[in-house]
């Protein structure tokens, strides 16, 4: 078995680093099975990162056009493996797990991780912020019904994280919010 599944450049190993630490200091043990699904959220972190840097630094439209449409896809995959390791690893507490910083994927920090028990309050980013730009950035502008239908977490939690975004400018708010022209959330 390698020492860092599908780890094939400096970017995914560094990922899946990160990724082990993170579990270390909610005290999971990253035994065989488990070093391949952080794998494949590495290797899925470091491919929508990529994309979206690719997207920033290009300059031409059709360009962007193309680079934002990959990086839908690599949403996908993206909270793909977030549920997989999510199984793997456990739920508990993960809406509430204060993440590091230093992970960044697609201009916002992702990175999910149960902790044991409740986690203390914090203004960091959390698993439910990472799945609501997620969400946003796979499926362009929704309401806040369809996040929340996409998105599982308790509704306070849901709430918060939302307001969250809005208050740090990741995520914008059209609308009016009445019948016809409902409020719908975008990634900035």
Not at 162 to 187: D, F, I, Q
């Amino acid at each position: 078995m390698s020492d860092r599944p599908f780890a094939g450049d400096r970017a995914t190993a560094a990922a899946f680093d990160r990724w082990v630490s993170v579990l270390a200091e909610q005290g999971i043990e990253v035994m065989a099975a488990l070093r391949y699904v952080v794998g494949a959220v590495a290797a899925a972190e470091t491919a929508l990162s990529e994309a979206h840097r690719a997207r920033v630094r290009a300059k031409d439209a059709g360009d962007r056009v193309r680079f934002a449409e990959a990086e839908r896809r690599l949403s996908a995959g993206f909270l793909a493996a977030l549920s997989r390791l999510e199984d793997a690893a456990g739920e508990a507490g993960a809406a509430e797990v204060e993440l590091p910083r230093a992970v960044a994927v697609g201009g916002g920090n992702v990175i999910p991780m149960p902790g044991r028990g409740r986690a203390p309050r914090h203004s960091g980013p959390s698993i439910v912020r990472s799945r609501i730009v997620a969400y946003l950035r796979k499926g362009g502008r929704m309401t806040k019904d369809e996040l929340r239908s996409r998105v599982s977490a308790d509704d306070q939690a849901f709430l918060r994280a939302l307001a969250g975004l809005r208050e740090s400018g990741e995520v914008r708010r059209t609308g009016r919010g009445v019948k016809g022209n409902p409020h719908r959330y975008e990634v900035v």
